[in-house]
């Protein structure tokens, strides 16, 4: 599988590391958009790889798939375009947080979009739930450290936001796109409850999530060793990325 990356950023450096340092596995990174070739011209040599700045020519190289590593305005500029010429993966889920792109990728016949699970789990248990019954309630609390939240020095740990997810994305985008996957999965973003609590004695990103519903309920704590180089991230996210597009390839589909 030939990707194109969009972002050469924590995750996007974590991809390139694992998929072209790996002889192993059927993927490569062949071209990377950025939008300063200067800052990331080391990339070309060191992984092998075509810089872009023009999406066009980015879209017409030697690619598959379009792996999306940068941030959600980057998502709303570009989806259009890619999804009109190529399959795309996506983590800056809180693009999707209102139904336009979804609903452009939803009814795409010649392309697909994914949306991996991010810095959680359990999204196939939400789906499953939700198929043939209601859910009642979904819950996410995210305890972040305090650092990746605000800019005040907490001396405890403080709720800093509480509401639906639709108001979390606008508020934290680059630390509640879990939300936004939480809530496509399941009962959408104005039914899903989010509390985000700023930590200043942690240094994971611990998230709890509770569901409850015709199926019974469940609860999941997913405790994350952050991305060294984004500490907001998880390592996590970068992981679900490469092991989606690893099971793109598989021929026995789990979950
Ligand atoms: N769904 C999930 O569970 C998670 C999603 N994320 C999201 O993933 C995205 C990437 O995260 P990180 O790699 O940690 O962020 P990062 O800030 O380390 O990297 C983002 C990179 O994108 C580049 N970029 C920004 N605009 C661009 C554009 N128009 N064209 C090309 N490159 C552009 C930046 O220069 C930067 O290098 C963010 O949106 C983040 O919020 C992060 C963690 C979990
Ligand atoms: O990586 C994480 O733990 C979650 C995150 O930042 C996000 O959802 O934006």
Redesign the pocket.
């Known amino acids: 599988m030939k990707i194109g990356l969009?972002?050469?950023?924590?995750?996007?450096?974590?991809l390139l590391k694992h998929i072209n340092g790996n002889r192993e596995n059927h993927m490569t990174v062949k071209s990377v958009?950025?939008?300063?070739i200067e800052?990331?011209k080391h990339l070309e040599e060191t992984f092998h790889v075509k810089l872009f700045?023009d999406i066009h020519e980015f879209l017409e190289s030697d690619i598959d798939i379009v792996v999306?590593?940068?941030?959600?305005?980057?998502?709303e500029?570009?989806f259009h375009t890619i999804i009109k010429e190529k399959n795309m993966m996506s983590?800056?889920?809180?693009a999707f947080s209102d139904d336009t792109l979804l609903k452009i990728a939803q009814e795409s016949d010649s392309h697909k979009l994914y949306?991996?699970?991010?810095?959680?789990g359990g999204l196939d248990l939400i789906q499953n739930a939700r198929a043939l019954g209601n859910i009642d309630t979904l819950t996410l609390t995210t305890r972040k450290p305090a650092s990746s939240l605000t800019e005040e020095v907490l001396s405890e740990e403080t709720i800093i936001f509480e509401g639906s997810a639709k108001d979390a994305i606008a508020k934290y985008?680059?630390?509640?796109?879990?939300s936004?996957?939480l809530s496509v999965a399941g009962i959408g973003t104005e039914n899903t409850k989010v509390v985000l609590v700023a930590d200043p004695t942690i240094d994971k990103n611990i998230h709890n999530i509770e569901v409850s519903g015709e199926f019974g309920q469940a609860s999941f704590t997913f405790v994350n060793d952050p991305?060294k180089?984004?500490p907001?991230?998880?390592a996590?996210?970068?992981l679900?990325i490469y092991a989606t597009l690893e099971r793109l390839e598989d021929n026995i589909v789990i979950g």
């Open positions: 969009m972002g050469a950023g924590a995750i996007g450096q974590y958009f950025v939008r300063n800052k990331y700045t999306e590593a940068t941030n959600i305005e980057t998502v500029q570009y983590i800056s889920i809180g949306l991996p699970s991010g810095g959680i985008p680059k630390n509640m796109n879990i936004i996957i991305l180089e984004n907001k991230t998880s996590l996210a970068a679900s």
